[in-house]
């Protein structure tokens, strides 16, 4: 039984790929359609996320962030599933986050930029803090671009310290065949010149 037992597990962890990624429901970012025109530049009314009724009239930017890329190594043994947690800082450095009052994400996507596809990935997390903030899995066979869902709601100003955030979480999936280098790239939303 002792020697079964390495084997059996062995068999479990090949079909049985772990747990799924969490159940939480996505939510969109704060509404960006310009409702009142300014010396050419379009307000937003802005909601805040704990109080929908105290409002403000801000300025918004969209910007995309890019990050990577990260190179995903094959290993010899590359059927195991396996859940492994990263924690890494990403910068961030532009004036109008400085300056911003608000910042909310928009879409966080995963690219393969060279390797294989996402065949060996089979859910994500990424934390800022312990809030969760973007994720996704199952994902669509043979893809090389992927769209997590996010917390768009979430106001992720305080975690932005110094220039950067720090992010956590969890990859769940296997080696792939060959290496793969993997950008992420988010877009936020930053509003500033509220009142």
Not at 14 to 38: A, H, L
Not at 55 to 64: K, T
Not at 95 to 118: C, M, P, Q, T
Request: proline letters at 7%; aromatic letters at 12%.
């Amino acid at each position: 039984m002792k020697k079964l037992l390495p084997v059996l597990f062995l068999v479990v962890s090949c079909i049985f790929p772990g747990r799924d990624y969490p159940t939480k429901q996505p939510t969109p970012p704060p509404d960006i359609e310009p409702v009142e025109e300014e010396g050419g530049q379009g307000f937003v009314i802005y909601a805040e996320p704990n109080d929908p009724d105290l409002e403000s009239a801000c300025l918004v930017e969209e910007i995309r962030e890019t990050s990577g890329p990260w190179k995903i190594e094959t290993q010899a043994v590359n059927f195991l599933w396996q859940t492994i947690d990263y924690s890494n800082s990403i910068s961030i450095q532009r004036k109008s986050i400085d300056r911003a009052d608000h910042i909310h994400a928009k879409k966080a996507v995963l690219h393969v930029s060279a390797g294989e596809n996402f065949n060996f990935l089979r859910w994500t997390t990424l934390y800022f803090e312990d809030d969760l903030i973007a994720w996704g899995g199952p994902f669509p066979e043979d893809a090389y671009s992927i769209e997590l869902d996010i917390d768009g709601a979430k106001d992720l100003k305080q975690y932005y310290i110094d220039g950067a955030v720090n992010v956590s979480g969890e990859v769940r999936g296997r080696a792939p065949k060959k290496d793969t280098w993997i950008l992420v790239e988010v877009t936020f939303l930053l509003f500033y010149d509220c009142d």
